[in-house]
């Protein structure tokens, strides 16, 4: 099966009215939606999506922000698509993302960056089920999905 990855449309993407202009551009690039939810993350799950920052500086702050206001949290697909959705979103803060990226062109704050992405295999193994059930993933297949994920070789 094709990588898949999750996704969190941050508080302030939400508040910003950024979810279409962001969501746009995975749909663009070809990532096939398995999942979405709009809802606000308790601050429990909030502490277990972040376990591994626990005991660092931010870590409070963070666990506040992400659960403080509703998010857009989804489950998007593709080869690679880990890889390919953290180089489209960016270095971690606006002010230093480069532009093009996600966080470059839509923020410049440094404790609020809009979106979450998972940043390896073993990260969304364990992020995906933070937020769905196994048959909240969807399988299906895009109508256009040759020409998205034809070979070249
Ligand atoms: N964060 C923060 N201050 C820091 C580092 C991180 O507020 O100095 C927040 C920020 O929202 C970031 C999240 O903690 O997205 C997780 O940090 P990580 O280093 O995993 O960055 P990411 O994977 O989101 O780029
Ligand atoms: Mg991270």
Redesign the pocket.
Known sequence: MADRTLIII?PDGVQRHMMGAIISRFENKGFKLVAAKFMQISESTARKH?A??EG???FE??VK?LASCPVMVMVWQADGVIEMSRKM?G???GFDAEPGTIRGDFGCS????LI??S?SVESAEYEIPLYFSQDELVDYTLADEDWLYGRND
């Open positions: 941050k972040y591994v920052h660092k500086p931010f702050g963070v922000y979103m270095a971690t803060f440094k404790g609020y960056n979450h992405g940043d």
